[in-house]
């Protein structure tokens, strides 16, 4: 078995097995690759190196090579990459399970309890109150996706951005009169859309809504007549998820996921 670094030379044999977010070579992003003693690929792992903290954002090994001690072996290579460089701690967020945490309390991680996560599908927006009152038919009033945007408007955003680990032709911004006032950031991945971080300088409801219109229109085109597509977020604080409720037309229409938690270990 070979842990490898994945760049532009030889990603093309490893990119079907990451999600689009981890497709592009960027600075902060760290890629790393499993091979076989045939020089078959057999996993991959991704990681956004942020201030003193590196998060890993996929682990994946192909089924057929699972519990051979590959993912661990991953692991320890992405440990022994950024030993040195800084790095205080190595984090990765997940939803639930108990494989994936006896994985992680296995090789050296602590186990935090973190945040609620919800779905709802795009038919279930769309059918709403709120959707249907307000902005059925309407344009999107200065929303716009960010792979769309203009250098200087991009600029803007990335200044008020907590993550940078989103994709472009799904996320959006908002601005009135060329200044920022809002954005949605997401990624789509496995017919489902993940809304990463929902920000809005303004105290008006409708703006995130207006988002989402543009989100829905987006799913429309890439998945048409499917009503099933389904929205995940994350929530840590409870107004929020009553706050989305609200809009979907009651808690009937938000279904509980689970719990996303942290696996963290601090390194000396």
Known sequence: MKITKITKENERFFLPLFPKTARTPSPDLVRLGALDDEGAVSGVLSARIGEH???????????????????RQIIKTLEAVVEGSGVEAIICDYLEDASSSAFFKAVGYDIFPGVKQYYFSVGEFLRSHMSLRHIAGRDHHGISFVADL????????????????????????????????????????????????????????????????ALSEKTGEEYPDDRDVIYRMTFDDERNIKRMAGILGGMRHMHYEGNRVSAIRLLK
């Open 53 to 71: 903290r590196i998060d890993i954002t996929s682990l994946y090994v192909i089924p057929e090579r699972r519990r051979q001690g590959i993912a």
């Open 150 to 213: 203009t250098s200087e408007k991009r600029r803007e955003l990335e200044n008020r951005l907590r993550f940078n680990a989103y994709d472009p032709d799904w996320s959006t911004a908002g601005f009135k009169e060329d200044r920022y006032i809002s954005c949605m950031l997401a990624d789509n991945y496995d017919r489902s859309v993940t809304i990463i971080w929902l920000h809005s300088d303004s105290e008006d409801p409708l703006v995130i809504l207006r988002h989402f219109r």
